[in-house]
């Protein structure tokens, strides 16, 4: 047997079904079932997601305090923040590299890299 050699597995549109209407009676479990039928617990989700059957989709709680949420709150308009202060920086970049290529033209140099060369301007 070779190395890529791989077992691909099609089930049909029946069978799908069935192990469907298996999950909605809740005889079985649907790890129990992929354990049953040998299928990938993936492929059970495709197949839920496929005939449109969220009521079978595992549910997600999210269980917080509130000290988390008030965090959380915080945190995010820290992060607002933050990213203005980002913007208005590079903003502020832009104009002073305008103000020296204009300064650059209207002093007669070649570039904005001998200007600053000639003010001891760091890039």
Same mark, same amino acid.
């Given at each position: 047997?070779?190395?890529?050699?791989?077992?691909?597995?099609?089930?049909?549109?029946?069978?799908?079904?069935?192990?469907?209407?298996?999950?909605?009676?809740?005889?079985?479990?649907?790890?129990?079932?992929?354990?049953?039928?040998?299928?990938?617990?993936?492929?059970?989700?495709?197949?839920?997601?496929?005939?449109?059957?969220?009521?079978?989709?595992?549910?997600?709680?999210?269980?917080?305090?509130?000290? !988390?949420?008030?965090?959380?709150?915080?945190?995010? =308009?820290?992060?607002?923040? %933050? $990213? #203005?202060? &980002?913007?208005? @920086?590079?903003?502020?970049?832009?104009?002073?590299?305008?103000?020296? !290529?204009?300064?650059?033209?209207?002093?007669?140099? =070649?570039?904005?890299?001998? %200007? $600053? #060369?000639? &003010?001891?301007? @760091?890039?």
């Amino acid at each position: 047997m070779y190395k890529n050699d791989k077992v691909i597995r099609r089930y049909s549109e029946p069978f799908k079904l069935k192990i469907l209407a298996e999950l909605t009676t809740g005889k079985h479990t649907k790890s129990e079932l992929c354990k049953l039928y040998s299928i990938a617990p993936t492929t059970v989700n495709v197949w839920i997601k496929k005939y449109n059957r969220k009521d079978l989709m595992n549910t997600r709680v999210k269980v917080e305090t509130k000290d !988390e949420i008030s965090r959380i709150k915080a945190l995010q =308009k820290e992060v607002e923040q %933050l $990213k #203005k202060l &980002l913007l208005k @920086k590079d903003l502020d970049a832009m104009v002073q590299d305008c103000y020296l !290529e204009v300064a650059a033209e209207d002093l007669g140099y =070649k570039s904005i890299a001998e %200007l $600053k #060369k000639k &003010l001891s301007i @760091k890039p």
